[in-house]
Structures are given as structure tokens and as C-alpha cells.
């Protein structure tokens, strides 16, 4: 059974910088797509940035050029480095880590809040 843990939330000032991270354990196929999305309320879930075992990313446009995202295979983690944050980031953020595979495992973490405000 595989299950992510995510850290790091909390809150910023506009224009502040956080790192989330999330760590999985138990046993995951080698070909995957780790990422992040967000919901604030009353939205829906939203791609934020993902990043493939291959090492391609894809990003939301609300936030190309102010986010990171990194993954340590190794330690089976990813991270998302937030730069210049605003306050519409504000949501809670969730690890997501998705098998390529016919039967692949689809695995969220619980969530973390990130709230941008002065």
C-alpha cells in the first residue's frame, strides 16, 4: 500500500517563497507521473505541475516562472519549490503520484495548506 506524506505548507506573505515536499512509501512502478495540484475553495482540483519518471514537467500557466517542481527517485519524493507567491495561490495543495501502467495505482496524499496573505 503506497502513501505520501506531504510537508511544508503554512503561511507566507505576497511575494514569499515555500517548499512542499512529499515522500511515498511502500512500492511504486518505475514509470510514473509525480506532481502537485490545488484546490482553493469553492474550485475545483487543478494541475499545478507534474514531472514524469522521464523528467519532462508540465506546468500550469498561473505559475510558470515562479514554480519548481524536482523529484528524488531514490527517495521516491517530489518537491515544489513557490517563488514570488500570491495570494491566489492560496489552496491546499495535494501530492499525487500516478502508475503508467494498464493497472496502475493512483495514490493522493492528504493535503497541505498554503495560504498567502499579509
Known amino acids: 500500500q503506497v502513501q505520501l506524506v506531504e510537508s511544508g505548507g503554512g503561511l507566507v506573505q505576497p511575494g514569499g517563497s515555500l517548499r512542499l515536499s512529499c515522500a511515498a512509501s511502500g512500492s511504486i512502478f518505475s514509470i510514473n507521473v509525480m506532481g502537485w495540484y490545488r484546490q482553493a475553495p469553492g474550485k475545483q482540483r487543478e494541475l499545478v505541475a507534474r514531472m514524469f519518471s522521464t523528467g519532462s514537467t508540465n506546468y500550469a500557466d498561473s505559475v510558470k516562472g515562479r514554480f519548481t517542481i524536482s523529484r528524488d527517485n531514490a527517495k521516491k519524493a517530489v518537491f515544489l519549490q513557490m517563488n514570488s507567491l500570491k495570494p491566489e495561490d492560496t489552496a491546499v495543495y495535494y501530492c499525487?503520484?500516478?502508475?503508467?501502467?494498464?493497472?496502475?495505482?493512483?495514490?493522493w496524499g492528504q493535503g497541505t495548506q498554503v495560504t498567502v496573505a499579509s
Open positions: 499525487n503520484v500516478r502508475e503508467l501502467r494498464i493497472v496502475g495505482g493512483d495514490y
